[in-house]
Nanobody
């Protein structure tokens, strides 16, 4: 079993900051990509940021310059530092990881349960 658990959501005023954390646990060989997605009410889930095991970064245009993704491979964790938050950042934020369960075979997609981020204006 592989689990992703997010921490750090909450309520913050516009212009404030939050830091999300996600821990991967269970039995697996390696983690390829780790990332964050979000889903606002009535909208589709969208990519926020992701980071490969080689530390290549991708950000959605709407968070560039405000959010920073990082990971700690020794702890199997990924973080999202969110600064200058706006009301439109309000959403459920989901942790995602592409994981090799074994040294062979395909990557599999795993999701956390989500954490609510609410930005008040």
């Amino acid at each position: 079993q592989v689990q992703l658990v997010e921490f750090g959501g909450g309520l913050v005023q516009a212009g404030g900051s939050l830091r999300l954390s996600c821990a991967a646990s269970g039995s697996f060989f390696s983690i390829n990509v780790m990332g964050w997605y979000r889903q606002a009410p009535g909208k589709q889930r969208e990519l926020v940021a992701r980071i490969t095991d080689g530390s290549t970064l991708n950000y959605a245009d709407f968070v560039k310059g405000r959010f920073t993704i990082s990971r700690d491979n020794t702890k199997n964790m990924v973080y999202l530092q969110m600064n200058s938050l706006k009301s439109e950042d309000t959403a459920i934020y989901y942790c995602n990881a592409l994981i090799n369960r074994y040294s062979y075979g395909p990557l599999r997609d795993y999701w956390g349960q989500g954490t609510q981020v609410t930005v008040s204006s």
